[in-house]
């Protein structure tokens, strides 16, 4: 059986929109590409709620940089034969750094973290699958527009900057954005259709890349 990392955010923790509660297990994207796989893998879900791809968000007590968290989910879930990394959106919300492009240079970090790791002797550097989140969408909920209503054209830029780093670095790209939309609720999060439309969407995807 293969293994697969699913490291994201709350678009992979399966975060509501409107609700601050979680999609049920199997309407998560990384439990829907499981049940297309049909046994032949074992997705390990990694969403982390607020995750960045390298930068450090001072508002929370939990560490949210996915540069930090990954060499600890690296070494503890090998041997692993694919990393799927969706990441970006939080990036952007900081007026800040509210630009793709800084995403994407996150992404590249997080790539050579992977390419660049001590695995075990045994055990094969795993393949790499980046993937573009959906692009923010306006929200009446004041808070949230606060929080990334800034970013929604920034958001839209993801897939192009991504791709290009996918090709630079030599790993696989997916735009979850043509299968998926955010919900006008939050303006960022899933509903249910669309998360599992993201995992139905990459079967055939992962299937081509681990050859099952």
């Not at 997705?43 to 968290?69: L, Q």
């Not at 959106?89 to 630009?99: E, G, L, M, S, Y």
């Not at 997080?110 to 993937?131: G, H, N, R, W």
């Not at 830029?157 to 997916?174: E, S």
Request: glycine share 8%; aromatic share 10%; proline share 6%.
């Amino acid at each position: 059986m293969k293994n697969i990392l699913a490291f994201g955010d709350s678009l992979t923790w399966g975060f509501i929109a409107g609700s601050w509660e979680r999609h049920p297990y199997d309407v998560r994207w990384p439990n829907a590409l499981a049940a297309g796989l049909g046994g032949k893998a074992r997705v390990i879900e990694e969403g982390h709620n607020g995750r960045t791809t390298v930068f450090d968000d001072p508002t929370c007590f939990d560490d949210r940089n996915g540069s930090k968290a990954l060499p600890v989910l690296l070494a503890t879930h090998q041997p692993l034969d694919l990393v799927i990394i969706m990441l970006g959106t939080n990036d952007i919300k900081f007026a800040n750094r509210c630009r793709a492009f800084d995403a994407a240079m996150g992404m590249v970090r997080l790539i050579e973290i992977v390419q660049k790791f001590s695995f075990l002797p045994a055990y094969k550097t795993p393949q790499i699958l980046i993937m573009s989140p959906p692009a923010l969408v306006p929200t009446k909920d004041e808070w949230f527009n606060d929080l990334w209503g800034h970013a929604i054209g920034e958001s839209k830029l993801f897939a192009q900057h991504y791709c290009r780093v996918a090709k630079d670095m030599g790993v696989q790209f997916f735009d979850a954005g043509t299968v998926a939309k955010a919900d006008p609720t939050d303006g960022g999060h899933l509903d249910a259709a669309n998360t599992q439309a993201i995992g139905k969407a990459l079967v055939p995807v992962v299937k081509g890349i681990l050859a099952i």
